[in-house]
């Protein structure tokens, strides 16, 4: 117990290093699908690298902060942004009417939740994943619209630092909302595990 105080100690909050984590992934994700330039293999594969890379360094993270999560993490997240991915696909086939602002977080939010049933074997509380990740894909519309319409107007054209910086915006503006789930629930069980070794005073 200890030796796992002091390196809690020596790390950074969660929620900080999950958006750091989440966003550096996500900037190299912006990248790699510009790089494929549309070639739908090219783009299947890209997706389905960089949500590898996001998974891993999602995984990596939570085993730094004692959350034994299995490899199973990464697939899962290299797999849901891979049905993300099919459903913009998709969404392209048909004239815009303002759906797809609708579908995409209701679909994000649904990926997620399939993660909560990863979490809630080490977690008590694990609930508060869904409630903040609901909230981050409830404003994710209004963040990935702010963010595209700055970096154009610095930019100026649709480059691969543009979609990059984007990536990046988008993905600390979720990480941050579930850094922050993650920080409420390791909260929780650091209480219950100091609750449980507390030692007994006799009346």
């Not at 594969?45 to 993490?73: A, D, F, Q, S």
């Not at 997620?112 to 609901?134: E, I, K, T, V």
Request: aromatic letters at 12%; charged letters at 10%; proline letters at 4%.
């Amino acid at each position: 117990m200890t030796s796992q105080a002091n390196t809690d100690a020596k790390l950074p909050p969660i929620w900080l290093s999950w958006t750091l984590i989440t966003a550096v992934g996500a900037a190299i994700f912006g990248a790699l699908l510009t790089l494929a330039q549309g070639e739908s293999r090219a783009l299947f594969l890209c997706v389905l690298i960089g949500g590898l890379i996001v998974g891993w360094l999602e995984w990596r993270t939570l085993r730094l902060y004692h959350i034994p999560m299995g490899m199973v993490w990464c697939g899962g997240k290299a797999g849901m942004m891979l049905c993300l991915f099919g459903l913009v696909m998709v969404g392209m086939q048909f004239p815009f009417d303002g759906s797809a602002l609708v579908i995409l977080p209701i679909c994000g939010f649904a990926l997620d939740g399939a993660r909560w049933l990863l979490l809630r074997s080490h977690f008590h509380q694990a609930g508060r994943w869904l409630s903040f990740c609901a909230l981050g894909w409830l404003l994710e519309v209004l963040v990935f619209y702010a963010a595209a319409m700055l970096t154009f107007n610095l930019m100026n054209n649709f480059s691969v630092p543009f979609f990059a910086i984007n990536g990046a915006i988008n993905g600390a503006w979720m990480g941050f909302c579930r850094g922050i789930a993650l920080t409420k629930m390791l909260g929780d069980r650091h209480q219950r595990t100091a609750a449980t070794f507390a030692p007994t005073v006799s009346p």
